[in-house]
């Protein structure tokens, strides 16, 4: 009796997992063009800044820059000449440079309304890419100036 009781747990754990996997839940989702996909680059950071934190030195950084229409715009050709290729031109990770890249590039859309998602959390993700998650995001800190990576910040935020 015990045994069947807790294989009958086992099976309708399996359920729900699949469940909520095929729903878009932990990690996965629709993509823009309406297929499942993989666990995403901003699932694989969102779980290791659970388990790790944000680096201190990028925790509490807030945008010095305005929301002008000037800096948005330069920031949005920043994010088309460095990011768009893998991120795509609307920020859905779609690009065709990332149609290979395991784990995908992050919607960008998405990972810009997560309420975790701060200042801090968005210039630690473009300033050291994918070296502290292990995803094929390069880093950009020796790349753009700090104020070209607010300026991208400053444009995710309007996607």
Known sequence: MK??????VAIISLTIVGVVFAQG????????????????GSSVRHHFVMQNGIDPEYAGATNPLSGTAESVAHGRQIYEQNCAT??????FGDGPAGKSLQPPPANLVNLSRMPMVSDG?????????GVPVGSSMPPFKDVLKSDDIWAVILYLQTL
């Open 3 to 8: 045994t069947s009781i807790t294989t009958a």
């Open 25 to 40: 839940g932990m990690g996965m989702g629709m993509g823009p063009q309406g297929g499942m996909g993989m666990m995403s």
């Open 86 to 91: 893998c991120h795509g031109p609307q920020g």
């Open 121 to 129: 959390y968005l210039y630690w993700t473009v300033a050291e890419g």
